[in-house]
Nanobody, 128 residues
Framework: QMQLVESGGGSVQAGGSLRLSCVHS????????MGWFRQAPGEESEGVAS????????YVSDSVKDRFAISHDNAKNTLYLRMDSLKPEDTAMYYC?????????????????????WGPGTQVTVSS
């Protein structure tokens, strides 16, 4: 199981930006599925974005498309989520996740890793 530690959350006003980071231990294969989920109190978790490391393939949810971008730095073992034009409805705990899902699952909007594959999370609060 990979070790994942998120950071970069905080409180920001609507329209602001944040960049989340997820430092992770080395993964056991040359390609891996990594991504971000979020969960607001009393709501179901939502897949925000995912990326198949070692390729250019990625997925971003329609709910955040054109505002959020996912990237990965292999040299730094770090996954990022750039969030611009934040809205109050983006307020949630954001979790990094990783597992060996195949590429088409990882980037097809169907990736659903076990909670055991998630990090502890970082809180994002957007005020109006």
């Amino acid at each position: 199981q990979m070790q994942l530690v998120e950071s970069g959350g905080g409180s920001v006003q609507a329209g602001g930006s944040l960049r989340l980071s997820c430092v992770h231990s080395r993964y056991p294969s040359s390609t891996y599925c990594m991504g971000w989920f979020r969960q607001a109190p009393g709501e179901e978790s939502e897949g925000v974005a995912s990326i198949y490391t070692g390729s250019t393939r990625s997925y971003v949810s329609d709910s955040v498309k054109d505002r959020f971008a996912i990237s990965h730095d292999n040299a730094k073992n770090t996954l990022y989520l750039r969030m611009d034009s934040l809205k109050p409805e983006d307020t949630a705990m954001y979790y990094c996740a990783a597992d060996p899902a195949p590429r088409d699952v990882c980037t097809g909007g169907r990736w659903s890793p076990s909670r055991r594959s998630w990090g502890p999370g970082t809180q994002v609060t957007v005020s109006s």
